[in-house]
């Protein structure tokens, strides 16, 4: 089972609100990732972490939080966004490169956020 | 640099048509991986295919099939006798290999309409 999944699907919210997007896999993998992706644009990274410890972040402002409870979930905190941060947020997760063996992500569906 | 190039931003074919889409690479690197994901309307990436740099057998999997020639840097993926539901963006994507290399490099992506 090659499956990712994320919530909520679609979130609208203004920009002095928080809210949290989340993400769960249950494949084992020990690496997990933030993705931003505006339209007809390809996937940028923004964090990714390692056993459970963040080990990248693309200098991504710090109204984007992330974190990861456990092995199996990942969440991104958000708070006083701009409408610009407007995009879909994608979240994907692969084995840890293992040697010189990189592995595959995979990705889940996305949540479709627009900041008002 | 490292660079991925999709040429081809978009292509529309008639349904039962067979099309390639063309992915061209750079990277200084001896070994990495090539990718292929599909992103439906609904917004998830599917994984398709991995490709390391020195396994350059082509690849077919139903429709599908791969070409991967590294004296051009190229890996071009082709559907044939296409359906409306492989209407989708197609990203390929580089990936370095080697420990705590998590990033992926990606195109800009073709855009496919298959036309009923």
């Known amino acids: 089972d090659t499956e990712v999944t994320q919530t909520p699907k679609h979130l609208v919210m203004g920009m002095t609100n928080k809210k949290s997007l989340k993400c769960e896999q249950h494949?084992?993998?020990?690496?997990m990732y933030w993705y931003k992706q505006k339209a007809k644009k390809p996937p940028e990274l923004m964090f990714v972490?390692?056993?459970?410890?963040?080990?990248i972040n693309e200098s991504v402002p710090s109204r984007f939080s992330p974190e990861c409870p456990n092995s199996s979930l990942l969440n991104l905190h958000l708070h006083a966004l701009q409408p610009e941060d407007s995009a879909l947020y994608l979240c994907?997760?692969?084995?840890?490169?293992?040697?010189?063996?990189?592995?595959?992500?995979?990705f889940g569906p996305g949540t479709r956020l627009l900041v008002l | 640099a490292q660079k991925v190039t999709q040429a081809q931003t978009e292509i529309s074919v008639v349904e039962k048509e067979d099309v390639t889409l063309d992915c061209v690479y750079e990277?200084?690197?001896?070994?990495?991986?090539l990718f292929w994901y599909k992103q439906p309307p609904s917004g998830e990436l599917v994984f398709l295919i991995r490709?390391?740099?020195?396994?350059?057998q082509n690849e077919i999997s139903g429709r599908y099939s791969w070409n991967f020639q590294k004296s051009t840097s190229s890996f071009n993926f082709t559907i044939t006798a296409s359906q409306v539901v492989d209407s989708a963006v197609y990203f390929c994507?580089?990936?370095?290999?080697?420990?705590?290399?998590?990033?992926?490099?990606f195109g800009t992506g073709t855009r496919l309409k298959v036309l009923a």
């Open positions: 494949m084992g993998h020990r690496a």
């Open positions: 994507a580089l990936s370095p290999q080697g420990t705590g290399t998590y990033k992926y490099i």
């Open positions: 490709r390391n740099s020195f396994d350059e």
């Open positions: 990277t200084r690197d001896t070994t990495y991986y």
């Open positions: 972490y390692s056993y459970e410890k963040l080990s």
């Open positions: 994907a997760s692969s084995q840890l490169p293992l040697g010189l063996d990189e592995e595959t992500q995979y």
